[in-house]
């Protein structure tokens, strides 16, 4: 049975960091991705790290890039996610994600449409 564990999240400052850590279980991954959603608004791509063999690659989004790093260890099945300058607009629930095959590109890693499973989400609130 595949399950994907999140913790990590919590209320923080403006400007503030937390780190989101999600591990899975019961499958190898070959991609594992963040996707967030904000009250009244559609699930978004964050961030994944996308491996074949030991070469690994990470994709963001533009809305994070310079401020959110996302790593990995698919040995572990664990990805993390590094979250520093949080602004108010990063509140969203955040949800892990993972896809058993490979993807070959960005444009695969942040379709959520191309992932099997995903946890059960961790409240993320930056708020002064």
């Known amino acids: 049975q595949v399950q994907l564990v999140e913790s990590g999240g919590g209320l923080v400052q403006p400007g503030g960091s937390l780190r989101l850590s999600c591990a899975a279980s019961?499958?190898?991954?070959?991609?594992m991705g963040w996707f967030r959603q904000a009250p009244g608004k559609e699930r978004e791509f964050v961030a994944a790290?996308?491996?074949?063999?030991?070469?690994?690659?990470?994709d963001h989004a533009d809305s994070v890039k310079g401020r959110f790093t996302v790593s990995g260890d698919n040995r572990k099945n664990t990805v993390y996610l590094q979250m520093n300058s949080l602004k108010p607009e990063d509140t969203a629930v955040y949800y892990c994600?993972?896809?058993?095959?490979?993807?070959?590109?960005?444009?695969?890693?942040?379709?959520?449409?191309?992932?099997?499973?995903w946890g059960q989400g961790t409240q993320v609130t930056v708020s002064s």
């Open positions: 994600a993972a896809k058993e095959g490979y993807c070959s590109g960005s444009y695969c890693s942040s379709s959520s449409s191309e992932y099997d499973y």
């Open positions: 019961g499958r190898t991954f070959m991609t």
């Open positions: 790290v996308r491996w074949s063999g030991n070469v690994r690659w990470s």
